[in-house]
């Protein structure tokens, strides 16, 4: 067999023969044994292929739209005896591309969610606690870090137990997957609670539902809690799929619904040396191919930014939201306890956390990171693998609930 041609990429394709190839109109009609069909364009072909637009190092192409040829000079299309595609273009260029890749391209592999598990919309009856994985390994071993991400990607949410408590390691491991998300409250932060507090962000008040940085353009995809210490009563995590109640609203209170989607507030955070801001919605469904985000971070809701007649709308429908985020039906409660590490969709799981008493300590550690650098560090994890893209199995002593894992 001839040395496989360079694809467009750096994943390993398996090479899939071509049964035939038929030259019409600009486009060539590729045919798999297995009766699998894929108009390929002509010039999409010339960009991707080794011997013509491919840029061999890079693996990028390099053909500016003015160079490429007209789609009339393809002048023949066949495949060869190991079943690649071989193009015959004016001039006596004659380029072979990968079928494997052009199989990829025919499965619809190449959008961004096909390696991705499939999101789960889940409620407080099918988890009494956060999906939990032991994160014991979790830096030496790609397994676990796939099935953390991919849970991650899944539910929204993951706990890892029996994390080493050292205060560097959640920036270590978030640092193992791709950059952290800096922002105004450097890369890694401190949650911390102090047994005489001399300022409020020490206190153990309660904290209502919430999504963390809506006074960003695009808030950090995930948020990331390390648990150092905590010897306080109280204080458990309480974590909601925002998404379901989101679509709850939308059911049950469609007046509601139709308010926190349309009408846009100002967000803009208090800081003595920031200010951020941005203006949306508080359930911001964006554009078509943006994930839903939740601008549900009071402290920082600044002004409503609509016509007063909307106001007083505006206001009874982030009270049915308040009120649907506590809900027990959706939420999950938990306490912290050293080495678990909490991480979350944060534009789309909401956070709070109940009161506790500061007579003992409680730190946590946290940082951010966007959504796209865990979508890619999962992709690159199973370019080498076979695995299966269905729903996760968990350590028997961390089911869930009763209800097990949504199928
Ligand atoms: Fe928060």
Known sequence: MNAPPLTPDFIPHEWRPLASAHLADGFVTLEWADGMTFAAYSLWLAENAEGFG????????MLEPRDLPAPSDLMSAGVDDDGAL???WSGGRT??????WLRYVADGALVPSSALPEPTMWTGTDFSEPPTLDGSRILDDDDVL??????????????????????????RLVAHVGPIRDTNFGPVWSVQSKPNPDSTAYTGLDLGQHTDLPTREVPPGFQFLHCIENSVQGGWSRMSDGWAVAEAIRAEHPDAYDALTSLEWVFMNRAKDAEHRWIGPIIDHGGKRQPLTLRAFYPVRSAPHMDPADMPRAYESLRVFAEMARDPRFQVAYPFRPGDLVGFDNRRILHGRDAFESGGARLLRGCYADHDDFYSRLRVLRRDRSRPAGPLSYASTHLPSTQGVPA
């Open 54 to 61: 491919l840029e061999l190092l890079t693996r990028e192409s």
């Open 86 to 88: 071989v193009l015959g």
């Open 95 to 100: 380029v072979r591309v990968h079928p494997g």
């Open 146 to 171: 796939d099935q953390w991400i991919a849970t991650l990607v899944q539910y929204g949410l993951c706990r890892l137990t029996d994390t080493p408590t050292d205060l560097d390691f959640v920036g």
